[in-house]
Nanobody, 121 residues
């Protein structure tokens, strides 16, 4: 099994910053893709940032220039730096990883449990 555990959410004021972390553990063979999503009540989960298959970062238009995705492959950890936060960034943020398991070789998507980000005006 593969587990993703997020941390770093919380309350911030508009214009402030937060840093989200997502640590992967378990039978990890390789990652084919990693991304961050967010979801607000009643809305679909939306892609916020991801690393493409070429290794470059890709962002939703609403967060370009404000959010930064990064990763530490040695520690199986990815990050999302949230700067210049706006009240509309309030959501539950989820990390997602497309991982090939070391034990079975099966490629599957995995999700973290989500971390709440609340931005006050």
């Amino acid at each position: 099994q593969v587990q993703l555990v997020e941390s770093g959410g919380g309350l911030a004021q508009a214009g402030g910053s937060l840093r989200l972390s997502c640590v992967a553990s378990g039978s990890i063979g390789s990652f084919e893709g990693v991304a961050w999503y967010r979801q607000t009540p009643g809305a679909q989960r939306e892609l916020v940032a991801r690393f493409t298959s070429r290794g470059s970062a890709d962002y939703a238009d609403s967060v370009k220039g404000r959010f930064t995705i990064s990763r530490d492959n040695a520690k199986n950890t990815m990050f999302l730096q949230l700067d210049s936060l706006k009240p509309e960034d309030t959501a539950v943020y989820y990390c997602n990883a497309l991982c090939r398991r070391r034990d079975s070789g099966i490629l599957s998507p995995y999700w973290g449990q989500g971390t709440q980000v609340t931005v006050s005006a």
